[in-house]
Each structure stands twice: as structure tokens, then as C-alpha cells.
């Protein structure tokens, strides 16, 4: 009886001993981010967009008569304007994590085509007409203008990050690289009289541009595998720039006789060399999931993207060909702005 004793001790001593040496399971969020692991990640973006552009108004459609029918008058009524629609656009990227070293690189390429098609039709009220915010050239009363927009748009990338990790729940990425941007404009307004002639203004232009870009992005933990992911960056281009305003029209100016109508009746061109500032914010909830051997994520969030010194208008003054013609230059700020999709996986 008194061996019992001390082989039910060392039995329990045992087990105590084997409890103790029994590794602790890491916690599920303690590498939430792989951030050990050397991998290739895919990225697909959807992208639904506009662009919001200012001094695009073509017609002043009037809503009370005019204070007099032979005197001289300044606008009156509604400012009808230019718009582009939602559109869809693509962005594909393509990036490297080192893991031991804690940076990345990354290429990406986006591509939108964005158009817009407006038009407004004379009033009914007498005394009240449709009139042009451009030269309508053709004489009698306008029954209708037309407006027609499209934007083509190019961005490639190629960023090189180091990547943070403050705590499991917390990845910063602080961002930075070469850029280039091809993009182009063409704006088309159309008037018609009511004798059925018709003025066309052709309002183009092109940037071709490279610079750097520097930013960071973010991913925060909330729980279930949920995050809030958000972006910011700034850049600075140089390229080229090529302006052009076109008109053209198929019945003699009013006032005027002996046009030879095959010659445009305006036809300006600007060519340089610019700067433009652009600055890029995402926000938006995103489902990050690891796996065995793989992590995904889908981000569905609203960016916003801005350009400075693109968007400009020439007007000019009119005369004879040998008489000043004084330019009238209206200029704003391009943004593109809309929802964005993103799958994106390592493999």
C-alpha cells in the first residue's frame, strides 16, 4: 500500500510535466498580413467613373423674355453645360513582396474611355431663345445644340514600398516611384439655326507627361476578417501639351459675305512644355482572408484623382485677318472620381 502513494504522485508529476512542454497555439491575428512570406500577388481593379470638368457650358437657354428686342443684352437664363457619364475603366497590377527585407514593387497600368453627350432644345416662351456661350457664326435663331465629350485615359506605375508593421492588426506601406500619363480630350459642340445651317466647334487636347509619384496605403484590422484600407499619393509631371480650337461651319458668317467655307473660321494651336500636379485618395472596406499557402482580398471603396493645369478653353476676340485677336483662356482642375473593385491574391 505505501508504493501507491508515490506511483500516483510521479503519475500526475508526469502529466503536469507533459502540460508544461506542450507548445502555446499562436493567436489567430498574429500574422494576419503574411508578412514572413515572399510571394507574387495579382491585382484586378473595376473601376465606374466620371469626370467633373469646370467652364463647359455651351448655351444659355433663356426663362423670361429679353428686356428689349433691339438693344443690347447680357446672358440670361440657365447655363447648359457639358457632362461625361459613369464609366467604365480597368486597372491591372502586378506586384513582388520581399519578405525578409519588408519591401515591395509594384507595376500597374489603368486604363479609362469616358464619354458624355448633352443637348438642349430652343425655348417655348416668346421672347425667349436658345443662344451660344461660343460664337454661333451662323446667323438667325439656334433650335438646338448639341455637346459631345470623350476622354481618354492612361496611367502606368511602377512603386517600390517598405512596408510597415506597427502591430498585428496595423500594415503601412510607404510608397514611392517613376510615373508616366498619356491623356487626351475632345469636346464637340454643335449649333443649329433655324434656316437648318450649322456651326461645329472642335476643342481638343492631348498630355503626354512622366514624374514621380510618393504615397502611402493602409490596412486596418477590424475583425472577421474585415479591414478598413485606405490610400493617398501625390505626384509631379513633366510633358508635353497640345491644345487646339477648332470651328467650322457650312453657311456664310452673318455680316459677312465672300467665306470660303472650306477654311475653318477658327483654328488656334498651343504647343509646350507644362508641369501638372496630380494628387490620388482611396477609402473603402475590404475582406482580407489568409489561407494555407495563398492570402486574397477584395477591396470595394470610392477613389478620387485630381490634375492641375490640363483643363483650359481658348476664346478669342474676332476681326479681320489682319486685326488683334485678344485670347480669353478659361482653365480649372480635372477630377476623376467613381467606385473601385479590387481582387487581389497571392501566389
Not at 217 to 245: K, P
Request: hydrophobic share 35%; with cysteine; aromatic share 14%.
Amino acid at each position: 500500500m505505501r508504493w501507491i502513494i508515490p506511483i500516483f504522485a510521479c503519475y500526475f508529476a508526469l502529466q503536469a510535466a507533459e502540460k508544461r512542454a506542450e507548445p502555446t497555439p499562436p493567436p489567430f491575428d498574429a500574422d494576419l498580413f503574411r508578412k514572413d512570406e515572399q510571394v507574387f500577388s495579382g491585382h484586378v481593379e473595376f473601376l465606374y467613373w466620371t469626370i467633373e470638368e469646370p467652364d463647359l457650358d455651351y448655351t444659355l437657354k433663356m426663362n423670361t423674355p429679353a428686356p428689349g428686342t433691339g438693344s443690347a443684352n447680357y446672358a440670361q437664363g440657365h447655363f447648359q453645360t457639358a457632362s461625361y457619364n459613369f464609366d467604365p475603366g480597368m486597372r491591372l497590377a502586378l506586384s513582388f513582396y520581399r519578405a525578409e527585407r519588408y519591401w515591395e514593387v509594384k507595376w500597374q497600368y489603368l486604363r479609362g474611355t469616358f464619354r458624355g453627350s448633352d443637348h438642349v432644345a430652343a425655348p417655348d416662351g416668346s421672347g425667349e431663345f436658345l443662344t451660344g456661350t461660343w460664337p454661333q457664326i451662323i446667323g438667325g435663331n439656334l433650335v438646338e445644340a448639341k455637346s459631345h465629350l470623350h476622354f481618354n485615359y492612361n496611367i502606368f506605375d511602377m512603386l517600390i514600398a517598405r512596408v510597415f508593421n506597427p502591430n498585428p492588426h496595423l500594415r503601412i506601406r510607404m510608397i514611392g516611384g517613376p510615373t508616366t500619363a498619356w491623356m487626351s480630350q475632345q469636346w464637340i459642340v454643335r449649333y443649329l439655326n433655324n434656316s437648318h445651317k450649322n456651326s461645329r466647334i472642335n476643342n481638343r487636347w492631348t498630355y503626354a507627361a512622366g514624374g514621380l509619384k510618393f504615397g502611402t496605403t493602409i490596412d486596418w484590422y477590424w475583425g472577421e476578417d474585415v479591414y478598413i484600407a485606405a490610400a493617398g499619393s501625390a505626384g509631379l509631371l513633366m510633358g508635353s501639351y497640345h491644345n487646339q480650337a477648332k470651328q467650322t461651319t457650312d453657311a456664310q458668317p452673318a455680316g459677312g459675305s465672300g467665306y470660303n467655307l472650306a477654311i475653318p473660321l477658327r483654328n488656334a494651336k498651343l504647343e509646350n512644355i507644362r508641369p501638372s500636379f496630380t494628387a490620388q485618395m482611396s477609402l473603402g472596406p475590404c475582406w482580407e482572408k489568409n489561407y494555407k499557402n495563398a492570402r486574397t482580398e477584395l477591396f470595394a471603396g470610392y477613389e478620387i484623382t485630381v490634375w492641375t493645369n490640363l483643363q483650359e478653353l481658348y476664346h478669342s476676340t474676332s476681326g479681320t485677318p489682319s486685326e488683334t485677336k485678344e485670347t480669353w483662356i478659361n482653365a480649372g482642375m480635372l477630377a476623376l472620381h467613381g467606385v473601385t473593385l479590387r481582387l487581389s491574391a497571392d501566389f
